[in-house]
């Protein structure tokens, strides 16, 4: 199986990420649209992972107050194990290397996965979207 990531450089490559963010986030994990959907949406730099020709994944960035921050990670859920969401998290990584502060809010179940890249859990858990999340810092001023 081959799996690429790229950068969004469309229209129609935004359709598709909003077309699995809306199954992920919004089908299967009950997340409120308007909680999904968000004020950053056109600020924002997004990617796409496909697998074998496929487009199954997405994950965006953005510039806060505090850093960079790392989210909206996503991934079609019969397609999770083929390691989508590892090269998503590889290729964004990349992308932000150089920012000084780098960081995310995980979902409980998956902050080991995201310790595995060097993210390291801060602060207490918290809710948004009804699902309780961790602060992780991969790199820190």
Do not use: C
């Not at 969004?8 to 699995?20: G, L, S």
């Not at 496929?54 to 999770?80: C, I, M, N, P, S």
């Not at 090269?87 to 310790?115: P, R, W």
């Amino acid at each position: 199986m081959e799996i690429k990531v790229r950068i969004v450089e469309n229209a129609k490559e935004m359709e598709i990420v909003r077309d699995i963010r809306h199954r992920v986030f919004i089908v299967e994990q009950n997340v409120p649209q308007h909680v999904e959907v968000d004020q950053f949406e056109e600020s924002s730099r997004y990617l796409l992972a496909a697998l074998d020709g496929q487009f199954v994944g997405t994950a965006r960035w953005r510039k806060t107050a505090k850093g960079t921050k790392l989210e909206r990670f996503g991934v079609l859920q019969d397609k999770r194990t083929y390691g989508v969401g590892r090269a998503l998290v590889e290729f964004m990584l990349e992308q932000v290397k150089n920012e000084a502060v780098v960081y995310l809010h995980a979902q409980d179940h998956v902050i080991s996965f995201y310790i595995k890249f060097g993210f390291q859990p801060i602060g207490k858990h918290f809710y948004e979207g009804g699902i309780s999340h961790q602060e992780m810092v991969w790199k820190q001023a």
